[in-house]
């Protein structure tokens, strides 16, 4: 009997997107390992804290979320989870919070290792777990933390009233990491990160919303592994670059009738919510295998910042997704569903994020009504695959897919 002979997958493009934006994510924890070996002082940050600030300081910084989701993504969400578990948090908490709090525990995490904090940036665009999370590791690890509140916005624009409020606590944090690291702020470097972060900015979002072609010249699933570089190193010129490419390749590949979704693009759909990273392969080839090809999220677009100033800056750190009202989190979302010929909206309800799974009944609701779209919602968890029917989300798909066919007379 002969045996199967594997093939060789090609050596990969060293001038491919795909290459570089991996290149950049890997060298994020590498620098800050070797910042740590050098004695300097590195931060854990949260998400949306103002990137540019430690970039122009010339301050390492790791994102647990980022090393949450890759822990979960190669299988060891449920490991990490269970010994913050063993510790007493619920497991109804944020599941990036239980397997960050378990790593700065037992400090090693063979999936993703990253070096161990001496100060936490924490600011609360994202959640308000965020707050107690960042709070309980700085005092478990005996570090101080440096929190920037961003108000929940209940009206439409951003009031100049905000933009001061948020600009002297950003002000604030740079003081304290001056005292605290050494670094000294340069407004000439700062304008220089400004200019990669919007040259990075402007080639994610146009690369994102070349799903506008039909066929889309990109599997959807593409942007939720690309969207590592917009959080940790949109700050930075190879960032600029490894975008701008991936924009000219999206491009080329609508000129050329290519796509890197690898089957016929039956339906379009949104996807909302965040990523089920332990089941990212099984959420991907429901949808593949049915050519539903998930061609835009909101989860993506939101790192993507354009501003002209600092005051400018600080307008566009209160206007993330989880800092904005019912209203303009719609508006945002039917704007992407128009413009991108969706068919159908996925929705992911994730029990441990509460701000966002809250008010995604309703704004769902309201964007299939608006859209005229068919709406299919399923439960699970952004990284511990115990809070996951692999069953359950295929059978909501398998009825989104009926009804899109019906709409189209399949």
């Not at 100049?160 to 340069?186: M, P, R």
């Not at 996807?271 to 089920?276: N, Q, Y």
């Amino acid at each position: 009997m002969s045996q199967e002979v594997k093939k060789e997958r090609p050596a990969p493009d060293p001038n491919s997107a795909k290459y570089k934006l991996n290149a950049i994510a890997m060298k994020a924890y590498a620098d800050a390992q070797a910042a740590k070996d050098r004695g300097e002082l590195i931060g854990w940050c949260s998400s949306n804290f103002p990137v540019e600030i430690p970039e122009t300081l010339g301050i390492a910084v790791c994102y647990p979320e980022n090393q949450a989701a890759a822990i979960a993504a190669r299988g060891a969400g449920a490991r990490m989870c269970e010994i913050s578990e063993a510790d007493g948090y619920s497991n109804d908490i944020c599941a990036y919070a239980r397997i960050s709090l378990a790593y700065a525990k037992i400090k090693d995490a063979p999936e993703q290792n990253m070096p161990q904090p001496d100060f936490m940036l924490c600011c609360n665009n994202i959640c308000n777990c965020m707050i107690k999370w960042y709070e309980n590791l700085a005092k478990e690890l005996n570090i101080p933390m440096i929190m920037i509140d961003i108000p929940f916005n209940p009206d439409y624009e951003v009031s100049d009233a905000e933009v001061e409020y948020i600009k002297a606590q950003f002000w604030d944090a740079i003081h304290q990491l001056e005292e605290i690291t050494g670094k000294k702020w340069s407004d000439e470097k700062y304008k220089e990160v400004m200019e990669y972060s919007g040259r990075t900015s402007r080639a994610w979002l146009a690369a994102t919303s070349c799903a506008k072609y039909t066929p889309s010249p990109f599997n959807g699933f593409d942007l939720l592994n690309h969207m590592a570089v917009m959080v940790t190193a949109r700050g930075k010129a190879e960032a600029a670059d490894a975008m701008e490419t991936l924009l000219k390749e999206y491009e080329e590949n609508h000129a050329t009738g290519k796509s890197t979704f690898r089957e016929e693009e039956k339906h379009r759909i949104m996807f909302e919510g965040i990523a089920c990273w332990p089941w990212l392969r099984a959420t991907s080839t429901g949808l593949k295998s049915r050519g539903i090809n998930m061609v835009t999220t909101i989860y993506a677009d939101a790192f993507g910042f354009i501003y002209k100033d600092f005051d400018d800056m600080c307008r566009a750190y209160a206007k993330v997704p989880n800092a904005i009202n019912l209203e303009l989190a719609r508006d945002k979302r039917v704007k992407l569903c128009k413009e991108n010929h969706v068919e159908g909206l996925l929705v992911h309800t994730n029990r441990s994020c509460k701000l966002w799974s809250g008010f995604m009944y309703e704004m769902s609701r309201q964007i299939g009504e608006t859209c005229n779209i068919p709406v299919a919602s399923f439960d699970g968890d952004q990284a511990d695959p115990r809070n996951f029917s692999e069953a359950q989300y295929d059978t909501r798909v398998q009825g989104l897919t009926e009804i899109m066919e019906a709409n189209k007379g399949v």
